[in-house]
């Protein structure tokens, strides 16, 4: 194995914080870092790691309490820990693994194995130790499937090519009247990002999100309406709904939601879990039923 000196770490580390960790809290622009693997994305939060940036530190610090205070009482919150550096690590690389210049014709495999490694970290992750760090995570990751991409197609009199996350070269633009060229942005969601990637992976980007996403379990709840990737109960969501403080921070997040589409994939999500875990899909079908009854809260 080999060694990655501190000062190493510390980089990357700062580029990952100012590329995606600040973007992912405040908004703006993720401008994704080389891959980090899982051997570096553990060891960037160690030793309670802030952002290098104070200034920016302060910021994302008081965006990711205005997050939390939508579902808690809560006034301050500690920085990210180590854990939360790896799922941004985690993020970082899973967008990665969309991008269409990570591989050419005879190196179509990496996608599959970024995506492979994107299990293995999330699989040294564990599930957040008490509610508090459940809040933390959610305070830092829950806007995930906000990020956008955005795709530009652009069709001539001779042809056309679609850039993905990338602006057109120039050289396709000029002329426009002569040449009749036409220029068509569209957003993708995060969800969609691996559309058109080799086949492999494009057919386990669901799953591999659907782990990451179940590494933060209040985002995970958080955004169950979505359309894809369908939500399925995990060790860490049920864990959660099973005590009372944890179920009503899970309850105030699906109450956010529209309640039909909510409702329907926590059902289909019960329905789910295997019929020896009764007990679980219990306490799955009994959650649902509990959030068809609350009332929808305004965002």
């Known amino acids: 194995m080999v060694a990655v000196s501190a000062t ?30 899982v051997a570096l994305a553990l060891e960037l939060g160690r030793g309670g790691r802030g952002l290098v940036d104070v200034e920016l530190g302060s910021r994302v610090d008081v965006a990711r309490v205005r997050r939390a205070r939508l579902l808690a009482p809560v ?17 970082n690389d899973l967008l990665q693994a969309t991008n269409h210049e990570l591989s050419g014709p005879l190196t179509r495999g990496r996608h599959a194995r970024l995506l492979a490694s994107v299990v293995d970290l999330c699989g ?34 001779t042809g056309s090519a679609v850039f993905r996350g990338q602006a057109p070269p120039g050289r ?47 985002s995970d709840l958080a955004t169950v309406a979505r359309a894809r990737p369908s939500f399925g109960w995990s060790r860490s969501t049920l864990s959660l709904v099973a005590v009372p403080l944890g179920r ?28 020896e875990l009764g007990e679980l899909a219990s306490l799955a079908r009994a959650f649902a039923e509990e959030a068809a009854a609350r009332p929808t809260e305004t965002a």
């Not at 590329?19 to 870092?33: F, Y």
């Not at 921070?249 to 789910?272: C, D, F, K, Y």
Request: charged share 25%.
């Open 124 to 157: 040294r992750i564990g599930a957040p130790l008490d509610l508090g760090a459940a809040i933390a995570r959610h305070a830092t990751l829950g806007r995930c499937l906000e990020i956008l991409r955005t795709d530009t197609r652009v069709v001539w009199w």
């Open 75 to 91: 006034d301050t919150l500690p920085p990210p820990d180590a854990d939360e550096w790896a799922l941004v690590a985690a993020l």
């Open 248 to 275: 009503a921070l899970a309850l105030r997040a699906i109450a956010r939601q529209p309640r039909e589409p909510a409702v329907a994939a926590l059902t289909r999500a019960a329905s789910g879990i295997p019929r």
């Open 8 to 37: 190493e770490i510390g980089r990357r580390a700062d580029e990952l914080a100012r590329g995606v960790l600040a973007p992912l809290v405040l908004g703006g622009e993720v401008r994704l870092v080389r891959p980090l693997g």
């Open 172 to 218: 396709l633009l000029r002329w426009p009247d002569f040449r009749r060229v036409q220029v068509e942005p569209q957003s993708v969601t995060l969800s969609d990002m691996a559309d058109g990637l080799p086949p492999a992976a494009s057919l386990a980007f669901d799953d591999v999100l659907s782990v990451w996403l179940g590494r933060s379990p209040l």
